[in-house]
């Protein structure tokens, strides 16, 4: 009598394991690269935006501007300004990279 698998389907029962395991942590790597790209997306895209509000709004005259102030030529003033004069008056944010 036959008793159990034959060998052929004890092979083929490994390679499909073998597959599925292959499988199975070749999606778990691209998940979590994906999630690590994502996140680096998103902080840069967050920088250039800080990048952006920094660099229409006039920091001497936000300075001078206290909490009453809404609404007033000053504020607009504020947003409206021109180009920074000199180079001390930029600022560059750049984001943190973390590893994951």
Known sequence: ???GRSL???I???VEAI???????FCGISISRSQA???RAIRQRMADI????AGSVNGNI???LKSGDEGLRAVRN???APEPETEQDVFEFEPEETEQ
């Open 12 to 14: 083929i029962l490994m």
């Open 50 to 53: 800080a990048n952006c509000a």
């Open 1 to 3: 009598m036959k008793s």
């Open 37 to 39: 790209g994502i996140r």
């Open 62 to 64: 936000l300075k001078s």
């Open 8 to 10: 052929s389907t004890k």
């Open 19 to 25: 597959l599925l395991l292959s499988g199975a942590i």
């Open 78 to 80: 504020a947003v409206e």
